[in-house]
């Protein structure tokens, strides 16, 4: 089952069943960089062009995965020169596409992708932000990123984090979320919240909410083996 929230005009989504039969099911959150021009258009755009494209494409495949990324980003660079009111807009990215048998997670900025089953709780993905070393661990987060879809007046190639998760037997559960949620709600209690069961994805963009999160705030939950 999958829930999804967000798309930058908080559209939503009724709870699905995963079709796996067919192939692969990539979910995505593309989220517009904050400081710069027109970040939900290079969130919109970057989220149409995966999904034109996510058939074709084998996520395991690195150099693939690279290319469609670099592809999306020359596209937003593009725009930008046919429109300079668009200079430096840019977007992260964030994707998993689940099969029968694994999950591959795929990032490039600061978007998170989470898996819980019975071994734990944990960050897939990797942070492209500036770390601050005297800080500890759980807090080396800055607002600055190290690389994103567009974001520059000149265009350099991004280098996708690609992770595969091989699905166990039995109950287990994704989440992929903007920095809106992971900036303002723990892990613990994300994770928490899951192992209870009955949280969805407006759960999650609520408590975000609550816990005064201002920034742009998606989150997508996909789950196996847990009541809705």
């Not at 020169?81 to 997670?105: C, K, N, W, Y």
């Not at 963009?205 to 920034?215: M, S």
């Not at 705030?217 to 789950?223: F, K």
Request: with cysteine; glycine share 10%; proline share 4%.
């Amino acid at each position: 089952m999958v829930d999804r929230i967000g798309g930058g005009d908080f559209e939503s989504w009724a709870r699905d069943d995963l079709d796996l039969a067919s192939g692969p099911v990539p979910l995505a959150i593309a989220d517009g960089l904050g400081g710069h021009r027109a970040g939900e258009v290079a969130s919109h755009f970057s989220l149409r062009e995966l999904k034109a494209r996510a058939a074709e494409i084998d996520f395991e495949d690195g150099r693939a995965v690279s290319e469609l990324l670099n592809d999306i980003s020359r596209g937003l660079h593009e725009r930008m020169r046919e429109d300079p009111a668009l200079l430096g807009m840019g977007s992260t990215i964030v994707v998993a596409s689940i099969t029968s048998r694994s999950v591959i997670f795929v990032n490039v900025g600061d978007s998170r992708g989470y898996f819980c089953d019975a071994s734990g709780f944990r960050q897939i993905t990797h942070d492209d932000v500036l770390q601050r070393p005297t800080m500890p661990t759980q807090s080396r987060r800055s607002g600055a990123i190290t690389q994103a879809l567009g974001g520059a007046a000149t265009r350099t190639r991004v280098v996708p984090h690609i992770h595969r998760v091989d699905l166990p037997i039995g109950q287990w559960s994704i989440v992929l979320c903007s920095d809106g949620i992971s900036d303002f709600i723990p892990e613990e209690k994300i994770e928490s919240a899951l192992r209870d069961g009955s949280i969805d994805a407006r759960d999650l963009i609520n408590k975000a909410l609550e816990a005064g999160g201002q920034d742009n705030i998606s989150a997508i939950i996909a789950r196996f083996g847990l009541a809705p």
